[in-house]
């Protein structure tokens, strides 16, 4: 399984040729670096929640185009893709085969953003390897112990970095992988991942640091 990254929590997962598309929101597209034909080849899509740094639906719709992808979200996203227009199919809770990916669909809870009402907003297990917590860092989550690579929140308005580290060190996984630093300049991430990869150096978890559009890690 190939996870590539594109700026921010949009995230491409391959296997056998089929590609899932996950939360391209506006932070990806906001500079013009990457382009929703980037995204011509994808197979389907999920976004988790509607916050616009993981839904952007003018790109959307290029990409649906593009693709002729399914889209998959759950009830409040789904409200936001009908008033654009936008075909989709609706994310229960629960497993799911999506092609070669088996999806454990769930509700986690956003962090507290200020002024800001809580998304409701689905997590994800995927192929039993992967943990998605989205923008949650929720004890419920410590269920996945263990779990082979963790996508991590890295840097966010809504949390601090002992408290992210704090959580990633309850879970254990094997791998961390960071996600949600749109916020920040290259030299400020790396300057974080650094951080962090020191941090997680001392209990045997890798930390995959990775800045350019389109970086992938590969998970057996």
Same mark, same amino acid.
């Given at each position: 399984?190939?996870?590539?990254?594109?700026?921010?929590?949009?995230? =491409?997962?391959?296997?056998? +040729?089929?590609?899932?598309?996950?939360? %391209?929101? @506006?932070? #990806?597209?906001? &500079?013009?670096? =990457?382009?929703?034909?980037?995204?011509?080849? /994808?197979?389907?899509?999920?976004? #988790?929640?509607?916050?616009?740094?993981?839904?952007?639906?003018?790109?959307?719709?290029?990409? $649906?185009?593009?693709? +002729?992808?399914?889209?998959?979200?759950?009830?409040?996203?789904?409200?936001?893709?009908?008033? $654009?227009?936008?075909?989709? &199919?609706? !994310?229960?809770?629960?497993?799911?085969?999506? +092609? %070669?990916?088996?999806?454990?669909?769930?509700?986690? /809870?956003?962090?507290?953003?200020?002024?800001? %009402?809580?998304? !409701?907003? #689905? +997590?994800?297990?995927?192929?039993?390897? =992967?943990?998605?917590? =989205?923008?949650?860092?929720?004890?419920?989550?410590? @269920?996945? @112990?263990?779990?082979?690579?963790?996508?991590?929140?890295?840097? $966010?308005?809504? #949390?601090?970095?002992?408290? *992210?580290?704090?959580? $990633?060190?309850?879970?254990?996984?094997?791998?961390?992988?960071?996600?949600?630093?749109?916020?920040?300049?290259?030299?400020?991430? @790396?300057?974080?991942?650094?951080?962090?990869?020191?941090?997680?150096?001392?209990?045997?978890?890798?930390?995959?640091? *990775?800045?350019? %559009?389109?970086?992938?890690?590969?998970?057996?």
């Amino acid at each position: 399984m190939k996870i590539s990254k594109y700026l921010h929590s949009c995230l =491409v997962f391959k296997e056998d +040729g089929y590609k899932l598309l996950i939360d %391209p929101g @506006k932070f #990806t597209f906001a &500079e013009g670096i =990457v382009k929703p034909e980037h995204f011509a080849d /994808v197979n389907s899509i999920i976004i #988790t929640h509607i916050h616009p740094d993981h839904l952007d639906t003018e790109n959307l719709t290029i990409i $649906a185009k593009l693709s +002729g992808a399914s889209i998959l979200a759950n009830e409040q996203v789904g409200e936001k893709l009908t008033e $654009a227009n936008i075909p989709f &199919e609706l !994310l229960c809770n629960g497993t799911q085969q999506l +092609g %070669p990916f088996k999806l454990e669909a769930f509700t986690v /809870v956003h962090e507290l953003i200020l002024d800001n %009402p809580l998304p !409701l907003m #689905t +997590g994800l297990l995927i192929n039993d390897k =992967v943990l998605h917590p =989205v923008d949650s860092i929720e004890d419920s989550l410590l @269920k996945y @112990k263990g779990v082979e690579l963790l996508l991590m929140v890295t840097m $966010a308005p809504f #949390t601090t970095e002992p408290r *992210i580290a704090a959580f $990633a060190d309850k879970l254990q996984p094997k791998q961390i992988l960071p996600v949600h630093d749109g916020y920040a300049k290259e030299f400020f991430i @790396k300057q974080r991942y650094q951080a962090y990869t020191k941090h997680f150096d001392k209990q045997g978890i890798k930390f995959h640091q *990775i800045y350019q %559009p389109g970086d992938s890690i590969t998970i057996a």
